[in-house]
Nanobody, 123 residues
Framework: QVQLQESGPGLVKPSQTLSLTCTVS??????????WSWIRQSPGKGLEWMGA???????YYAPSLKSRTSISRDTSKSQFTLQLTSVTPEDTAVYYC???????????????WGQGTQVTVSS
């Protein structure tokens, strides 16, 4: 059974870069076909798919976040990473990593999800 765990700072200052890592266990991030996504949920809002990296290393981004988002991976550590640049308080959210065979991913009943990590953007 695939398990995912997010890690990273819980507090980021405005204009800085948010960096989160997802560690995958119980499966390989190179096993096809599969997509490894980052999703977030801001207070009072629904799930927002941010982007993903496929089992082959191709990346996909939500148009609204594409200019600020980068997703990469380290296959030797079974990890994939999110970087979100120029953050503002509106980027405050619970950030989830997840794996599934579909994109975009906004249904927590689909695939495997991490427990989520709170990130607050504040000076």
């Amino acid at each position: 059974q695939v398990q995912l765990q997010e890690s990273g700072p819980g507090l980021v200052k405005p204009s800085q870069t948010l960096s989160l890592t997802c560690t995958v266990s119980g499966g390989s991030i190179t096993t096809a076909p599969y997509f490894w996504s980052w999703i977030r949920q801001s207070p009072g809002k629904g799930l927002e798919w941010m982007g993903a990296i496929s089992s082959s290393g191709s990346t996909y981004y939500a148009p609204s976040l594409k200019s600020r988002t980068s997703i990469s991976r380290d296959t030797s550590k079974s990890q994939f990473t999110l970087q979100l640049t120029s953050v503002t308080p509106e980027d405050t959210a619970v950030y989830y990593c997840a794996g599934a065979k579909q994109l975009p991913l906004v249904d927590r009943s689909v695939g495997a999800w991490g427990q989520g990590t709170q990130v607050t953007v504040s000076s």
